[in-house]
């Protein structure tokens, strides 16, 4: 293993080629075990790179109409039962594929409404939008925000 690094030749046969050897051999063991050292970690901070900029692609979050249509509709379903009286008409309608975050809310924002249930939340019209709703800001609670009704 460090016979291309053996350098040192018999001084004077006293062992001192032997010691002197050793504390080489040693010193060149450390020196191998550093940059083994150093490539595994240049390898794992390439892998960890790799694994973050993979993580950080955007995925195609829209929801096909037809499910989101049903969504809707099994939550509106769901608050009619609930309350006792019919789903609002005209019901909402999906024309297009849905981001997930304005299904989520509209959804959200109708099983969580207060009886009777005879408009939507103001919230569902993200639906009708092609960009996601904006973050609710922290001092607006969403109770309040979906007490917000439309008929349409």
Not at 24 to 53: D, N, P, S, T, Y
Request: proline share 8%.
């Amino acid at each position: 293993m460090f016979q291309r690094y053996n350098v040192i030749q018999n001084i004077d046969g006293t062992g001192l080629t032997i010691f002197f050897r050793q504390k080489a051999e040693k010193i060149l063991g450390f020196l191998h075990l550093k940059l083994q050292k150093q490539i595994f970690g240049r390898f794992a901070m390439i892998v960890f790179i790799q694994l973050l900029l993979v993580g950080c692609i955007p995925v195609d979050d829209k929801i096909p109409k037809e499910d989101a249509q049903s969504q809707i509709y099994y939550a509106a379903d769901f608050k009619a039962k609930k309350c006792g009286t019919p789903i609002p008409s005209p019901p909402l309608l999906v024309f297009t594929d849905q981001l997930q975050r304005n299904l989520d809310l509209c959804t959200i924002a109708i099983t969580r409404l207060e009886c009777p249930f005879s408009e939507y939340p103001i919230i569902c019209l993200g639906i009708y939008s092609p960009e996601p709703i904006p973050e609710i800001p922290w001092y607006i609670d969403f109770k309040e925000l979906t007490n917000r009704r439309i008929k349409f």
